[in-house]
């Protein structure tokens, strides 16, 4: 593989799409949609700092500690008072030693289910608004008739494919990292490893666009399949390796797309999980790159066959059963009873 090349046709993708009917909009449209979502501050983080909990706060406390519905940290009876969370702030620490008498009792319990941070939702937007360059990148060139020229013109397909992967990722990284620097920035998010685990979701969303899309014969047909499958993935992926990171966060860490996104959304920290995250998406993105530039020829649908859409059939309803019934199940073997209790059973 010619690196020059590559970037020769990364730099004339991202020319002829910004060059187009839409001009640099696309970039605008996306840093406008984006920053509103991880940059801007939340009423929550205008607030000025204190103790915050849930649950009965003790008359005495009631002109010191904020009470919130949904915070994580609550507060269950008077004599004693118990604390429940998966951490005790200083501050709540210290509004609870001004109780009269030892009325205070901790109890180590299971930790309260992590939430991830507003970049995920960052991430998730980013793959949303890479549907209509992915489905123009191939399929425009297919429609145009210029897809057989380039690849006459001594490009090999790998080269090709590699060339407008490697546009999209660094426009989708560069938008998504300067929205979580403008977050850290800003006080909306708190600073860590999880930016560099954007580039990791940008990458691996546009390999698998540019696969959903190496075989549609114009624009529509290519956008129409990477918006059906590409977000069912992202959610997949995500769910499966937040499974299996119950077991061992960077096994889950690893699932090429899932794993990037739980690391983006600050789920997953630490080094050894972001190593094992780029290196479960250099391992996803590399086959589906081969296999595009290795079915270019392929133009049309194919008809699924009938085992096929028969297992995808069962997939969904096996999906739609887990969530509302066995999900909630499954938790509360895992010693966390209270998420299924506050379900309907209905």
Same mark, same amino acid.
């Given at each position: 593989?010619?690196?020059?090349?590559?970037?020769?046709?990364?730099?004339?993708?991202?020319?002829? =799409?910004?060059?187009?009917?839409?001009?640099?909009? +696309?970039? !605008? !449209? *996306?840093?406008?949609?984006?920053?509103?979502?991880?940059?801007?501050?939340?009423?929550?983080?205008?607030?000025?700092?204190?103790?915050?909990?849930?649950?009965?706060?003790?008359?005495?406390?009631?002109?010191?500690?904020?009470?919130?519905?949904?915070?994580?940290?609550?507060?269950?009876?008077?004599?004693?008072?118990?604390?429940?969370?998966?951490?005790?702030? $200083?501050?709540?620490?210290?509004?609870?030693?001004?109780?009269?008498?030892?009325?205070?009792?901790?109890?180590?319990? !299971?930790?309260?289910?992590? @939430?991830?941070?507003?970049? @995920?939702?960052?991430?998730?937007?980013? =793959?949303?608004?890479?549907?209509?360059?992915?489905?123009?990148?191939?399929?425009?060139?297919?429609?145009?008739?210029?897809?057989?020229?380039? +690849?006459?013109?001594?490009?090999?397909?790998?080269?090709?494919?590699?060339?407008?992967?490697?546009?999209?990722?660094?426009?989708?990284?560069?938008?998504?990292?300067?929205?979580?620097?403008?977050?850290?920035?800003?006080?909306?998010?708190?600073?860590?490893?999880?930016?560099?685990?954007?580039?990791?979701?940008?990458?691996?969303?546009?390999? #698998?666009?540019?696969? +959903?899309?190496?075989?549609? *014969?114009?624009? =529509?047909?290519?956008?129409?399949?990477?918006?059906?499958?590409?977000?069912?993935?992202?959610?997949?992926?995500?769910?499966?390796?937040?499974?299996?990171?119950?077991?061992?966060?960077?096994?889950?860490? *690893?699932?090429?797309?899932?794993?990037?996104? @739980?690391?983006?959304?600050?789920?997953?920290? %630490?080094?050894?999980?972001?190593?094992?995250?780029?290196?479960?998406?250099?391992?996803?993105?590399?086959? #589906? @790159?081969?296999?595009? %530039?290795?079915?270019? $020829?392929?133009?049309?649908?194919?008809?699924?066959?009938? =085992?096929?859409?028969?297992?995808?059939?069962?997939?969904?309803?096996?999906?739609?059963?887990?969530?509302?019934?066995? %999900?909630?199940?499954?938790?509360?073997?895992?010693?966390?009873?209270?998420?299924?209790?506050?379900?309907?059973?209905?």
């Amino acid at each position: 593989m010619r690196p020059a090349r590559v970037w020769a046709v990364a730099w004339r993708d991202l020319r002829l =799409i910004h060059g187009g009917k839409g001009g640099w909009k +696309l970039p !605008v !449209v *996306a840093l406008v949609l984006l920053l509103p979502a991880g940059a801007l501050p939340t009423p929550e983080a205008t607030l000025s700092p204190g103790p915050r909990a849930s649950g009965d706060i003790p008359p005495e406390l009631s002109e010191v500690i904020e009470h919130r519905s949904a915070h994580p940290v609550r507060l269950l009876g008077s004599e004693p008072v118990v604390v429940r969370s998966s951490q005790l702030p $200083d501050s709540l620490r210290g509004a609870l030693d001004t109780l009269p008498g030892p009325r205070v009792e901790l109890r180590r319990s !299971v930790d309260e289910l992590r @939430l991830p941070g507003r970049s @995920l939702l960052v991430a998730l937007l980013a =793959i949303s608004l890479l549907t209509g360059p992915l489905a123009e990148s191939l399929a425009g060139e297919r429609k145009r008739g210029t897809l057989e020229t380039l +690849l006459t013109a001594g490009l090999s397909r790998f080269e090709l494919v590699a060339g407008k992967w490697l546009a999209w990722t660094a426009a989708a990284s560069l938008s998504t990292l300067v929205v979580a620097i403008s977050g850290v920035l800003g006080g909306s998010q708190d600073p860590g490893l999880w930016p560099l685990g954007l580039p990791l979701v940008a990458s691996a969303s546009v390999a #698998l666009g540019l696969w +959903l899309g190496r075989g549609a *014969a114009d624009e =529509i047909a290519g956008a129409a399949r990477t918006m059906r499958v590409l977000p069912v993935a992202a959610f997949g992926l995500a769910g499966l390796a937040y499974g299996l990171s119950m077991v061992s966060e960077p096994l889950g860490a *690893a699932v090429p797309l899932g794993g990037a996104l @739980l690391v983006a959304g600050d789920l997953l920290q %630490g080094p050894g999980n972001l190593s094992a995250s780029a290196a479960g998406t250099a391992l996803g993105v590399a086959p #589906l @790159l081969w296999h595009t %530039g290795a079915s270019l $020829d392929e133009v049309g649908l194919r008809r699924p066959r009938r =085992i096929r859409e028969a297992l995808g059939v069962l997939t969904a309803a096996a999906l739609c059963w887990w969530l509302p019934v066995l %999900g909630p199940a499954t938790w509360s073997l895992a010693g966390n009873p209270e998420l299924a209790a506050r379900l309907p059973r209905d």
